[in-house]
T-cell receptor, first 111, second 109 residues
Framework: SQTIHQWPATLVQPVGSPLSLECTVE??????LYWYRQAAGRGLQLLFY??????ISSEVPQNLSASRPQDRQFILSSKKLLLSDSGFYLC??????????FGEGSWLTVV | GEDVEQSLFLSVREGDSSVINCTYT??????LYWYKQEPGAGLQLLTY?????DMKQDQRLTVLLNKKDKHLSLRIADTQTGDSAIYFC?????????FGRGTSLIVHP
């Protein structure tokens, strides 16, 4: 069966520090992968998506970047965090395009 | 602005039915979804409906789709306190899932 893992679950980072959130999917191949952010009191904002290794599409210009070094691995990064980067980050995947599965989420607090 | 619209809050009494409504904009969306998010957790898929269907029922959940009006609803029968959560409507356009802002369902005794 397919599973998705996302880590770390929570982290507190100082302003200006780097960030790396990792997401891996098991049990499927060539999935579409997504990073969403959910700020307090708001819906889900699509940050990046990827339809294949090395293929990254950015939905909004910001302080973050994404990479897909392997078929089932999706990484969200920042070189220097801002206070406004705080939020709940969710990784998701689809394979046949009809069902979207989410990871457990990562709580980021920038202080 | 948001392409998928939902009301932000719904309050119901335990045992009553809850109806959460959603409007979407892309008539070519192939699938429409309902997700549930409990506090501090990720999104859990509740149900989805293919665009050529009008209704789908799964135990206490009923999804109605009106393609003409681009309106989707989720009915929860016999609402329980454990149903308190945020419910997200989503549409799949090509391979991009787009979500509404979520409806907070509050169930009180």
């Amino acid at each position: 069966s397919q599973t998705i893992h996302q880590w770390p679950a929570t982290l507190v980072q100082p302003v200006g520090s780097p960030l790396s959130l990792e997401c891996t999917v098991e049990g499927t191949s060539n999935p579409n992968l997504y990073w969403y952010r959910q700020a307090a009191g708001r819906g889900l904002q699509l940050l990046f998506y990827s339809v294949g290794i090395g293929q990254i599409s950015s939905e909004v210009p910001q302080n973050l970047s994404a990479s897909r070094p392997q078929d089932r691995q999706f990484i969200l990064s920042s070189k220097k965090l801002l206070l406004s980067d705080s939020g709940f980050y969710l990784c998701a995947w689809t394979s046949s395009g009809n069902t979207i599965y989410f990871g457990e989420g990562s709580w980021l607090t920038v202080v | 602005g948001e392409d998928v619209e939902q009301s932000l809050f719904l309050s119901v009494r335990e045992g009553d039915s809850s109806v959460i409504n959603c409007t979407y904009t892309d008539s070519s969306s192939t699938y429409l979804y309902w997700y549930k998010q409990e506090p501090g957790a990720g999104l859990q898929l509740l149900t989805y409906i293919f665009s050529n269907m009008d209704m789908k029922q799964d135990q206490r959940l009923t999804v109605l789709l009106n393609k003409k009006d681009k309106h989707l609803s989720l009915r929860i029968a016999d609402t329980q306190t454990g149903d308190s959560a945020i419910y997200f409507c989503a549409e799949m356009r090509s391979y991009i899932p787009t979500f509404g802002r979520g409806t907070s369902l509050i169930v009180h005794p």
